[in-house]
Structure formats: structure tokens, C-alpha cells
């Protein structure tokens, strides 16, 4: 029954991973097709994304005095922060580079974690979060093949970074659900003022884009939500780098993308250290 369970939430968390990378990848086509600025892009993905989930509420996770917790406007701002960085990254890199650069973040919260909240550093653990910067490495190419797009990418690591940390602060301040809603309502409110005044006209593909964009995105995240609830957040961690090769699959087939030995080998480091960790996790 809990090898059961445990592979409802695997499947859950694969789902929810090749979503998320979707609505960037579908924002990447609004950004190349239509010209639509990446302010537009964030900021309709999070209006999309709050009216897609107003079906789901309810008396349980309708705690919108959760708005009053400063903590959770920060988690709000960082997010909104986090997705105008990566997809001004995607605008001018391929998705599985952009990928590769973002996934700073979850190496960052790592530390963020043990310095602010008291986490403990594991040893074997630390080492594989070291190859997986090297890996990151591989991929950004500092001082030698780094460009303004994988800046923006690496920029975005770090907001997510912060963001994954204020998520483990916030874990017992609201509901799951309540947090994603809140989230959502704030990074639109925030983006508002860069993101409307960008607002694009209307042809073509361009409404079914906008849409795609904003409900892959958040029904990424609900999906998530539904993984967690029934197993322990630090055994399903790891499966976070399927992004990386539902971005680089993406990447060839909607844009041609076929990352360099660089970049596929930091590639392949992201993700040996992802499931290494997983490997660790796992009872004699």
C-alpha cells in the first residue's frame, strides 16, 4: 500500500514537472511569435492561473487573512521576481540552458535552509549538491560563454532559491492550497504595473497561448500540492530535475534547441545529483 502510494505521488510529481516547463515553453512561443514582453507573459500566467484554481476553493483553503502575513507577500514578490527573470532568460536561450542556469535555486536553499532555519548539513548530501553546482557551471559558463539571457536565468535561480526557503519557513502558516492562491493574487498584483501597460493585441494563436501558458503553470503546481500531501516533500525533492529534460525536450521539438557538450553534460551532473540525493533518502 506505501510503495502504492509512494508511486500515485511519483506520477503526480512527473505530471506536475513536465507542466511547468510547458508554460514556459509556451511563453517562449508567445515571446518569439508575437513579440509579447516577458512582464505580459509572468503576469498573465499568474491571472490565468489564479481564475483557473477559483473552482477549487473552499471553506478549508479560502484563508485570504493569510494576505496579512508579511512573510507570504514576500513568497508572493519573490515568485512574480523569479518568473519575469526565466522566461526574459527564455527569450533569447534555449529552455534546457535556462533550465540548467535556474537550477542555482534549489542548491541555494539548500544552504538558505541550514543558515536561517536550522536545517541540518549531511555530508554525502553536500557533496552531491556540490557536483550539481558544477553542473550549473557547466551550463552558465562564466567569464567565458555567459550570456545576458543565462544572467537572467541564473538571476532567477536565486529569487527561487529564496522562494523554495520562505516555502519551508511558511509550511505551517497557511494551508498548501491557501499559499499557492495567495501567491498567485500577489505576484499579479505586483506585476501589474510592467505587465498591462505590455498587454499585446489578440490575433492569431496568441488568446489559446496565453491561456496554455498560465493553466500549465498553475495546474503544474496544484498537481504538486496533491504529491506532497501524501508523501514526504524531502523523498519526492529529486524528482524536481525531470524539468531539466521535459526542457530540453521541449526545447528540440517546438524550437530546434540542441544544447552544446557543455551544457548537455552539466545537464547530465543536475541530474545524477538529483536522484543521488533520492538514493540517499532511501531506508537500508
Same mark, same amino acid.
Given at each position: 500500500?506505501?510503495?502504492?502510494?509512494?508511486?500515485?505521488?511519483?506520477?503526480?510529481?512527473?505530471?506536475?514537472?513536465?507542466?511547468?516547463?510547458?508554460?514556459?515553453?509556451?511563453?517562449?512561443?508567445?515571446?518569439?511569435?508575437?513579440?509579447?514582453?516577458?512582464?505580459?507573459?509572468?503576469?498573465?500566467?499568474?491571472?490565468?492561473?489564479?481564475?483557473?484554481?477559483?473552482?477549487?476553493?473552499?471553506?478549508?483553503?479560502?484563508?485570504?487573512?493569510?494576505?496579512?502575513?508579511?512573510?507570504?507577500?514576500?513568497?508572493?514578490?519573490?515568485?512574480?521576481?523569479?518568473?519575469?527573470?526565466?522566461?526574459?532568460?527564455?527569450?533569447?536561450?534555449?529552455?534546457?540552458?535556462?533550465?540548467?542556469?535556474?537550477?542555482?535555486?534549489?542548491?541555494?536553499?539548500?544552504?538558505?535552509?541550514?543558515?536561517?532555519?536550522?536545517?541540518?548539513?549531511?555530508?554525502?548530501?553536500?557533496?552531491?549538491?556540490?557536483?550539481?553546482?558544477?553542473?550549473?557551471?557547466?551550463?552558465?559558463?562564466?567569464?567565458?560563454?555567459?550570456?545576458?539571457?543565462?544572467?537572467?536565468?541564473?538571476?532567477?535561480?536565486?529569487?527561487?532559491?529564496?522562494?523554495?526557503?520562505?516555502?519551508?519557513?511558511?509550511?505551517?502558516?497557511?494551508?498548501?492550497?491557501?499559499?499557492?492562491?495567495?501567491?498567485?493574487? &500577489?505576484?499579479?498584483?505586483?506585476?501589474?504595473?510592467?505587465?498591462?501597460?505590455?498587454?499585446?493585441?489578440?490575433?492569431?494563436?496568441?488568446?489559446?497561448?496565453?491561456?496554455?501558458?498560465?493553466?500549465?503553470?498553475?495546474?503544474?503546481?496544484?498537481?504538486?500540492?496533491?504529491?506532497?500531501?501524501?508523501?514526504?516533500?524531502?523523498?519526492?525533492?529529486?524528482? &524536481?530535475?525531470?524539468?531539466?529534460?521535459?526542457?530540453?525536450?521541449?526545447?528540440?521539438?517546438?524550437?530546434?534547441?540542441?544544447?552544446?557538450?557543455?551544457?548537455?553534460?552539466?545537464?547530465?551532473?543536475?541530474?545524477?545529483?538529483?536522484?543521488?540525493?533520492?538514493?540517499?533518502?532511501?531506508?537500508?
Amino acid at each position: 500500500m506505501q510503495s502504492a502510494v509512494m508511486w500515485r505521488a511519483i506520477g503526480l510529481m512527473a505530471i506536475s514537472m513536465s507542466l511547468i516547463p510547458a508554460g514556459d515553453a509556451v511563453g517562449k512561443l508567445m515571446m518569439e511569435i508575437y513579440g509579447v514582453e516577458p512582464a505580459f507573459v509572468a503576469w498573465s500566467r499568474f491571472v490565468v492561473g489564479f481564475l483557473a484554481l477559483i473552482p477549487f476553493l473552499n471553506r478549508s483553503n479560502l484563508h485570504f487573512s493569510a494576505l496579512l502575513n508579511w512573510r507570504i507577500l514576500l513568497r508572493g514578490v519573490l515568485i512574480a521576481g523569479t518568473v519575469v527573470s526565466i522566461l526574459t532568460g527564455a527569450k533569447t536561450e534555449g529552455l534546457a540552458t535556462v533550465f540548467g542556469a535556474f537550477f542555482v535555486g534549489p542548491i541555494l536553499s539548500y544552504f538558505l535552509s541550514a543558515l536561517f532555519l536550522g536545517e541540518p548539513i549531511r555530508p554525502a548530501q553536500t557533496l552531491l549538491l556540490f557536483i550539481g553546482f558544477a553542473g550549473v557551471l557547466l551550463v552558465v559558463k562564466p567569464g567565458f560563454g555567459m550570456t545576458s539571457g543565462i544572467a537572467f536565468a541564473v538571476l532567477a535561480g536565486v529569487g527561487y532559491g529564496f522562494y523554495l526557503t520562505t516555502g519551508r519557513w511558511l509550511a505551517n502558516a497557511a494551508p498548501p492550497m491557501t499559499l499557492l492562491l495567495t501567491q498567485l493574487l &500577489v505576484a499579479s498584483v505586483v506585476l501589474t504595473p510592467i505587465g498591462l501597460p505590455a498587454m499585446p493585441s489578440f490575433g492569431g494563436w496568441m488568446p489559446l497561448l496565453l491561456l496554455c501558458s498560465g493553466i500549465f503553470s498553475a495546474f503544474g503546481n496544484f498537481l504538486l500540492l496533491f504529491a506532497y500531501r501524501s508523501v514526504e516533500a524531502t523523498r519526492l525533492a529529486p524528482f &524536481v530535475y525531470l524539468q531539466l529534460v521535459t526542457a530540453t525536450a521541449l526545447g528540440f521539438v517546438l524550437f530546434g534547441d540542441i544544447p552544446d557538450w557543455l551544457t548537455i553534460a552539466g545537464l547530465l551532473l543536475l541530474i545524477s545529483s538529483g536522484f543521488g540525493s533520492l538514493a540517499l533518502k532511501r531506508p537500508a
